[in-house]
């Protein structure tokens, strides 16, 4: 018997984005770990045998790079980005989920399409002629860490989209309280 596996029509679409992005994020943030130990390395190759690598230099750069770079769609769809709060905090939910509208449809969302759509090319003419570090030492293959460009902004993209989802169902959640509130 072939049993099929179907969405929980219950289970909102944002709820199935947070959950990847979460577990992306979570598999990405042992970059961290590794940046660590090649720290390490630099430090004690630098220090103890004055011996610094520039390839161990340059993976420093690119793990650090990645961290941060695919660590900002979980930082959106936590709510843990930097905010400048001076009234937000005192918000209703619902005028929160207007003002997080606003913000991301009006002011963020059409900065990371920008970035996609440049970072794109960027991307692209790296992995064309197989671009590799201006020093002879140094990583090959630069086009890896220039792809995280438009991956990462993707993903946060996608973030965006989820909270976006979340503050409409807190929108029409609050106005359907409120109406039964009205009725009773």
């Given at each position: 018997m072939n049993k099929?596996?179907?969405?929980?029509?219950?289970?909102?679409?944002?709820?199935h984005i947070e959950r990847f992005i979460t577990m992306a994020s979570k598999a990405l943030a042992w970059t961290n770990l590794a940046l660590v130990a090649v720290i390490i390395v630099q430090v004690i190759l630098r220090k103890v045998f004055a011996n610094g690598q520039i390839y161990l230099e340059e993976l420093q750069w690119h793990l650090y790079a990645t961290a941060?770079?695919?660590?900002?769609?979980?930082?959106?769809?936590?709510?843990?980005?930097?905010?400048?709060?001076?009234?937000?905090?005192?918000?209703?939910?619902?005028r929160k989920a207007l003002v997080d509208l606003f913000g991301l449809t009006l002011l963020a969302i059409p900065f990371v399409i920008i970035v996609i759509l440049h970072s794109y090319d960027?991307?692209?003419?790296?992995?064309?002629?197989?671009?590799?570090?201006?020093?002879?030492?140094?990583?090959?293959y630069r086009w890896l860490i220039k792809s995280v460009i438009p991956l990462s902004f993707s993903l946060l993209l996608l973030s965006m989209l989820a909270r976006i989802l979340r503050n409409i169902e807190t929108l029409f959640a609050t106005d359907t309280l409120q109406g039964d509130r009205h009725g009773s």
């Open positions: 099929v596996l179907y969405s929980n029509p219950a289970i909102p679409l944002y709820s941060v770079m695919f660590g900002t769609a979980y930082a959106q769809i936590s709510n843990l980005h930097v905010r400048v709060d001076l009234f937000y905090h005192k918000f209703s939910e619902r960027f991307a692209y003419e790296s992995w064309r002629v197989n671009e590799s570090s201006a020093s002879p030492s140094g990583l090959p």
